[in-house]
């Protein structure tokens, strides 16, 4: 019998303005999970930037510290990992879903409205590794941020465009993105755009078309 193929996915906390996307996260595991994937959830053990009152999207100034990692296993019913115990070798993939958490958790400090200085260095480190065996990577929405700035790029306005129920492949650098919410408020498009991902994900690492497993 063949090994499980463990997919990793890398949150920044618990909401689509301090974190990661809520619906973006449970579509990806959903959809990694119908294609009998086993699911890693991880973060990194930091402290998150900020903290946000999502009915109004404004921060809460003077509001008690969050950490990355606690949030994650709020939205993980309690199983995401420290990013930093998970050994990149026995992973077969990387997914990243978004929200404004990429930015302000998952990357250092800039100058920018949400930031734009370099990857947090226990991410980048761990991308390396995961580069060098040239495992599939995934994001959704701002998601990409990560990968983007792991591969020196900038972030392409014709993927973002796209419709949010496409792909775009990348067989080179075996990189895959979908817009999630950056390209609809459609949670049906979404999905759509999720599960194709999810597909070309599956057949990066090997697995048959169209094989769902229960």
Do not use: W
Not at 81 to 105: C, M
Not at 176 to 197: H, N, Q, R
């Amino acid at each position: 019998m063949r090994p499980s193929i463990v997919m990793l996915v890398l949150l920044a906390g618990c909401g689509v303005y301090d974190g990661s996307d809520v619906q973006e996260t449970v579509l990806l595991v959903l959809a990694l999970r119908k294609r009998g994937l086993r699911v890693l959830p991880v973060a990194p053990e930091v402290e998150q930037k900020d903290v946000v009152d999502h009915t109004s999207g404004n921060v809460v100034e003077g509001a008690p510290a969050r950490r990355v990692l606690e949030e994650a296993a709020r939205l993980t019913r309690g199983v995401a990992q420290p990013l930093a115990q998970v050994p990149a070798e026995e992973l077969d993939a990387l997914a990243i879903p978004g929200g404004i958490g990429v930015v302000k958790n998952l990357c250092l400090p800039g100058p920018g409205l949400f930031g734009d200085g370099p990857l947090r260095p226990e991410i980048a480190a761990f991308l390396d590794k995961l580069r060098e065996r040239k495992a599939p990577l995934a994001a959704i929405g701002l998601g990409d941020v990560v990968l983007a700035r792991h591969q020196n790029r900038a972030l392409s306005q014709q993927v973002i465009g796209m419709p949010a129920s496409e792909i775009s492949v990348d067989e080179e650098t075996r990189t895959i993105f979908t817009p999630g919410f950056m390209g609809t408020s459609d949670l049906a498009d979404v999905a759509a755009g999720v599960e194709k991902l999810v597909d070309a994900l599956a057949r990066m690492v090997g697995m048959p078309k169209g094989l769902v497993i229960k």
